[in-house]
């Protein structure tokens, strides 16, 4: 996968596809890393280089800070790679702590002492761009804007964006920061097609199951805000990890892409991901796989090009019921 891609009109040039770093690290809890957890992220690192990607996606809380640490044992083991990658990491989720639930935090502090976590977990000096991870009922945009202020000139971070916030969130953080938001990552992939059912089902009865996206995709085509896919992939349900009690739809659509895989000679995660990334909006999925092989089957993702017919044959199959 050679393709670069220009996230934005304000990012460096970056490949068409980003490596999520989720499922590095191990196990979810404060266990140590081990040298089998290292071994495990070396090989997922280099199985996406090999196909190109350079872009890759953090958060502070996967594997509670294992992720990124893990990738910091990386780095220093390869200074040199640091020079030939973006990275990018996301902070505001808070895990229940004593009698405090979990909750978003997006207040300045937060931000400010989130950041110097992460930096310091990885090992390096800057972040590419920084995502808040999730909307805060509380934030206050002025904060926020303190807070990337603050970053940005001490050199912690070279941009700012966005993850899981809806345009009306979007338009009024904006209106207080002096740097465009350059990217918003949101769930979207050939299962969870919610984002494509606001358009197609607008003023019917269908729309009414589905989750509110306004005008988010269309705010951010427009102010060329990056479109990025957390769960690409679709869990691997098209491509053999179907739940057994999965609805005939997902069945049918697992056959599909098994099908359209094997007519133009790729794996079904290829297709899957060619789906996504024929819509205009030119999304950037995030591959969250940690397996070598099967960053491997995303591959020829960027050979695929689906007619207009198969890319409706696929939405409409795992839709289920005929478009309105």
Request: aromatic share 8%; hydrophobic share 40%; net charge negative.
């Amino acid at each position: 996968m050679s393709d670069v891609f220009p996230l934005t009109q304000h990012l460096p040039t970056s490949s068409r596809m980003i490596f999520g770093c989720m499922g590095l690290g191990g196990t979810w809890d404060s266990q140590p890393i081990t040298d089998e957890h290292v071994r495990h992220a070396e090989a997922a690192v280099e199985a996406a280089l090999a196909i190109g990607i350079n872009l890759f996606d953090h958060a502070d809380i996967y594997t509670f800070g294992k992720a990124e640490k893990v990738f910091g044992i990386l780095l220093k083991r390869n200074p040199a790679l640091r020079e030939h990658i973006l990275i990018q990491s996301k902070c505001g989720i808070r895990f229940a702590d004593g009698m405090v639930p979990k909750r978003y935090d997006l207040s300045r502090n937060y931000i400010v002492q989130s950041v110097d976590g992460i930096l310091s977990r990885l090992g390096i000096d800057y972040l590419d761009t920084l995502l808040l991870h999730r909307p805060d009922p509380l934030m206050n945009p002025d904060e926020i804007a303190e807070a990337w202020l603050t970053l940005k000139q001490n050199g912690k971070v070279r941009h700012l964006g966005v993850s899981n916030m809806h345009s009306g969130q979007i338009r009024q953080l904006q209106s207080r920061l002096s740097e465009p938001l350059v990217a918003n990552q949101l769930e979207m992939s050939l299962l969870q097609h919610d984002w494509i059912e606001q358009a197609t089902c607008f003023n019917n009865d269908q729309a009414k199951q589905n989750r509110i996206w306004g005008d988010t995709l269309e705010y951010c085509q427009t102010h060329h805000i990056q479109l990025q896919a957390w769960g690409s992939l679709a869990k691997g349900w098209f491509t053999g990890a179907a739940p057994q009690d999965a609805s005939q739809a997902v069945l049918n659509t697992q056959q599909l892409v098994s099908e359209l895989a094997r007519r133009y000679g790729v794996a079904g995660e290829s297709i899957v991901l060619a789906w996504l990334m024929k819509h205009p909006a030119h999304i950037q999925p995030v591959i969250g796989t940690s397996h070598p092989l099967r960053i491997q089957a995303c591959a020829s993702a960027l050979q695929v090009e689906l007619s207009r017919e198969e890319w409706y044959q696929l939405y409409v199959t795992v839709r289920g019921v005929e478009l309105p």
